[in-house]
């Protein structure tokens, strides 16, 4: 009799000691077009949604701030310009290939951060360290969502913030659309420009699994964040979560 935990991978049931190997063969497949594909199935949008989460996040001189999931370092390297010498910036991700990308696209930018490959469920940062923790399309990838923010939540101080940036429940009267586009397109386009078109059936898939905005929101507070609060973005295709520490 099989006894192991399972969790889903997309819409599969997998063991919960294969997801992350199984997330991991993902981004090494794509992460040296991950960028461009960003660009092509968003149309450039996600660059917005990155730009308001920045705005929200109220980073000012001398913050400490960490990039959970941090891949190819857009949030990072928006971080690193706002803060120049004057503040912190970490980046982090568990995926080597990933973090290989954005730490050597921050470094052709002339922003030299320090870097950490590690899970998002074990954070290797003392208590209380960051003003601010950002996740950006990262948090539906991790096994245990909720100790993923529990973990940040630990690794805030008191009075900082955690922000969610994640595809979410799209508009009603939308979803038929968004579902052609997503799982007749995206993996497509997958196909053509990054030659895998299973990891972006994958993407499609694991975005109806994760919570919608009122589900992750729920998980924040049982987390122990307080003042939680989200903004819907391009019609609920994504959302912006925000939780403070207090």
Known sequence: MNNRNTTHFGFQEVAEDEKSQRVADVFDSVAQRYDLMNDVMSGGLHRLWKAFTIAKSGVRPGWRVLDVAGGTGDLALAFARKLGHDGQVWLTDINRSMLTRGRDRLGDEGF???????????????????????????????THKELALVEMRRVLRPGGRLLVLEF????????????????????????????????YRYLAESIRVHPDQDGLRLLMEQAGFERVEYDNLALGVVALHQGFKF
Not at 127 to 141: E, K
Not at 182 to 195: D, E, V
């Open 168 to 199: 979410s429940q799209v508009w009603k009267p939308l979803a038929p659309a968004y579902d052609f586009y997503s799982f007749k397109i995206i993996p497509r386009l997958g196909q053509l420009i990054t030659h895998d078109e299973a990891s």
């Open 112 to 142: 030299i951060v320090p870097v950490a490959q590690c899970d998002a469920e074990k954070l290797p940062f003392p208590d209380d360290y960051f003003d601010c923790v950002t996740v950006a399309f990262g948090l539906r990838n991790m």
